[in-house]
């Protein structure tokens, strides 16, 4: 959003689709090392990541900046370009992602775990899996805070 100041500490609900909705991520190997890139993003970046999805041609995240003014735009810039760079090793030679990225704040009266069942049922929704837990590209790298 124009003029939003993206470094507050709201929950943000994040899709990041794959350039032109292609399904780049239907590689295996590839999936493990940009799930693995996100965990590491999060560490270095200090954000909690409630759920995650990473589907073929789009990945959703819930994540929620840490109290030191951790600018999302600047976290989801970073995870793409490394998460490029991981495509680049498995033969993606155009770009991965779209350019932009969309983001929902998440407005006090709605509940993260709400927003957390509807990520991890993605692959459910699109009969990739029979339940999320079967998915092996969606999960949740943090409690939610009560």
């Known amino acids: 959003m124009k003029d939003f100041d993206y470094s507050k500490p709201f929950a ?14 239907c590689n295996e190997a590839l999936n493990n090392e940009i799930i693995d890139c996100l965990k590491q993003e999060k560490e270095k970046v200090r954000v909690a990541v409630f759920a995650y999805c990473l589907m073929p041609d789009h990945f959703h995240m819930l994540i929620l900046p840490s109290d030191s003014g951790t600018d999302i735009s600047r976290f989801i810039g970073g995870f793409k370009s490394k998460a490029t760079r991981i495509g680049w090793k498995h033969g993606i030679e155009e770009k991965m992602w779209q350019a932009r990225f969309h983001d929902h704040v998440v407005r006090p009266d709605e509940a993260l775990n709400d927003i957390c069942e509807y990520i991890l049922n993605n692959p459910v929704r699109k009969n990739l899996a029979k339940s999320w837990e079967d998915y092996r590209f969606c999960g949740s ?3 939610i805070p009560s």
């Open 141 to 143: 790298l943090d409690p």
């Open 12 to 25: 943000y609900f994040i899709t990041i689709c794959a350039k032109d909705k292609q399904r780049i991520f």
